[in-house]
């Protein structure tokens, strides 16, 4: 059975820092590319930040840049998100999702998805 797994998220005041996992049960990573997109309340689900086959990173959003960045643990099938400096606008619950080999930023060409973890940046 396929299955993208995140966990990681959870309540941090802004500045802070989070990791975000996505484990991989199924099929190997290797080969994917792993896409991570948000959702906030109310608003459209985006892409964030994408981690292509051949380790290629892709920003989706120009407010995260230099503050998040994505790395894979083939041994591990999991791959990370590393978040920091954290504000309140990067509140929303955070997806990972799997296509073959190369990076989109559209959410609707991804095979695979998480059922998301969330993210609250608070003081």
């Known amino acids: 059975q396929v299955q993208l797994v995140e966990s990681g998220g959870g309540l941090v005041q802004p500045g802070g820092s989070l990791r975000l996992s996505c484990a991989a049960s199924?099929?190997?990573?290797?080969?994917?590319?792993i896409g991570w997109f948000r959702q906030a309340p109310g608003k459209e689900r985006e892409g964030v930040i994408c981690?292509?086959?051949?380790?290629?990173?892709?920003y989706y959003k120009d407010s995260v840049k230099g503050r998040f960045t994505i790395s894979g643990d083939n041994a591990k099938n999991t791959v990370y998100v590393q978040m920091n400096s954290l504000k309140p606008e990067d509140t929303a619950v955070y997806y990972c999702?799997?296509?073959?080999?190369?990076?989109?930023?559209?959410?609707?060409?991804?095979?695979?998805w998480g059922r998301g973890t969330q993210v609250t940046v608070s003081p």
């Open positions: 199924g099929f190997t990573l290797d080969g994917y590319a």
């Open positions: 981690l292509n086959m051949r380790g290629a990173i892709y």
């Open positions: 999702a799997a296509r073959s080999r190369w990076c989109s930023p559209e959410g609707g060409q991804y095979d695979y």
